[in-house]
T-cell receptor, first 115, second 112 residues
Framework: AQSVAQPEDQVNVAEGNPLTVKCTYS??????LFWYVQYPNRGLQFLLK??????LVKGSYGFEAEFNKSQTSFHLKKPSALVSDSALYFC?????????????FGSGTRLSIRP | DAGVTQSPTHLIKTRGQQVTLRCSPK?????VSWYQQALGQGPQFIFQ???????QRGNFPDRFSGHQFPNYSSELNVNALLLGDSALYLC???????????FGSGTRLTVV
């Protein structure tokens, strides 16, 4: 079955420190991978995506993600965390093709940045 | 450029009632997907509409139905509401196979 796993329910980081939010995937074929962020009582905001090419993908708000095919991982990273980064983060993978594609989400990781 | 618009933002219904949620996709997008996000969980795929037809469906009962109009907007209907249907309902639009999905802010449905 095609799936996405986020092994950590919560990640706590001090402001200014680097952060990593983990994601692993299981899909057939080449994966299209995404990271979304959700603030309280809001919808999902797109951060970045990997389709093909460079394994290090840069996205919004200083976030980046590293695609690792051998480890089937797509971890989200940021060199220096901000308190405003505190939110719920979802890793997702697109499955299917053309107009029959859909996105499968992980269970989410709550990122908490302490001042 | 308007993103995805969902209405209403909040809704309270009684068990057994029916509800209709609405979604206007981002300009230029032709595909609409609906997701249910229960509290503390990731979004779960309900179904997807393209060319006014349901193209894919997740593991949801027939009480959940939808429609897409010629202008690409969409409705999600839920009949015989249960307490467990309380959730944030998200609409996402996309342009076929290209690019990513743009999400709306969601409709918070509470069933009492």
């Amino acid at each position: 079955a095609q799936s996405v796993a986020q092994p950590e329910d919560q990640v706590n980081v001090a402001e200014g420190n680097p952060l990593t939010v983990k994601c692993t995937y299981s899909v057939s074929g080449n994966p299209y991978l995404f990271w979304y962020v959700q603030y309280p009582n809001r919808g999902l905001q797109f951060l970045l995506k990997y389709i093909t090419g460079d394994n290090l993908v840069k996205g919004s708000y200083g976030f980046e993600a590293e695609f690792n095919k051998s480890q089937t991982s797509f971890h989200l990273k940021k060199p220096s965390a901000l308190v405003s980064d505190s939110a719920l983060y979802f890793c997702a993978v697109r499955v299917g093709y053309s107009s029959a594609s859909k996105i499968i989400f992980g269970s989410g990781t709550r990122l908490s940045i302490r001042p | 450029d308007a993103g995805v618009t969902q209405s209403p933002t909040h809704l309270i219904k009684t068990r057994g009632q029916q509800v209709t949620l609405r979604c206007s996709p981002k300009s230029g997008h032709d595909t609409v997907s609906w997701y249910q996000q229960a509290l503390g969980q990731g979004p779960q795929f309900i179904f997807q509409y393209y060319e006014e037809e349901e193209r894919q469906r997740g593991n949801f009962p027939d009480r959940f139905s939808g429609h897409q109009f010629p202008n690409y907007s969409s409705e999600l209907n839920v009949n015989a509401l249960l307490l467990g249907d309380s959730a944030l309902y998200l609409c996402a639009s996309s342009l076929g196979d290209r690019g990513g999905y743009t999400f709306g802010s969601g409709t918070r449905l509470t069933v009492v």
